[in-house]
């Protein structure tokens, strides 16, 4: 069984970095991509990375601020965050894609992916 579980989340301050986790078991061949959620908004995208890493994509929105990453040998994501904005406040999901095609497509959709974590909350105070 395929599970994702996520954690680093927390309160900080504009400006500030955190560094989100998402522990993956169940599954070695994957495409996993990082979500977010703000209060009254959809789910949107934010970085997806193919399983090699070697293709990664981001929102414009986070493009030179965020970078995902993944270490093969502990089977986990990282999504790591800096310059953050309190607009960046969201709770933040990892997805994963068991059938390895999502990061290819041009947008990050979170309907091509399959298994979700619970979810972790980033607060950034202005």
């Known amino acids: 069984q395929l599970q994702l579980v996520e954690s680093g989340g927390g309160l900080v301050q504009a400006g500030g970095s955190l560094r989100l986790s998402c522990a993956v078991s169940?599954?070695?061949?994957?495409?996993i991509g990082w979500f977010r959620q703000a209060p009254g908004k959809e789910r949107e995208g934010v970085a997806c990375?193919?399983?090699?890493?070697?293709?990664?994509r981001y929102a414009d929105s986070v493009k030179s601020r965020f970078t995902i990453s993944r270490d093969s040998a502990s089977n986990t994501v990282y999504l790591q965050m800096n310059n953050l904005k309190p607009e960046d406040t969201a709770v933040y999901y990892c997805?994963?894609?068991?059938?390895?095609?999502?990061?290819?497509?041009?947008?990050?959709?979170?309907?091509?992916?399959?298994?979700w974590g619970q979810g972790t909350q980033v607060t950034v105070s202005s």
């Open positions: 169940g599954v070695t061949s994957y495409h």
């Open positions: 997805a994963a894609d068991d059938n390895a095609y999502a990061c290819l497509l041009r947008e990050i959709t979170p309907n091509k992916y399959d298994y």
């Open positions: 990375a193919t399983g090699s890493g070697y293709t990664t």
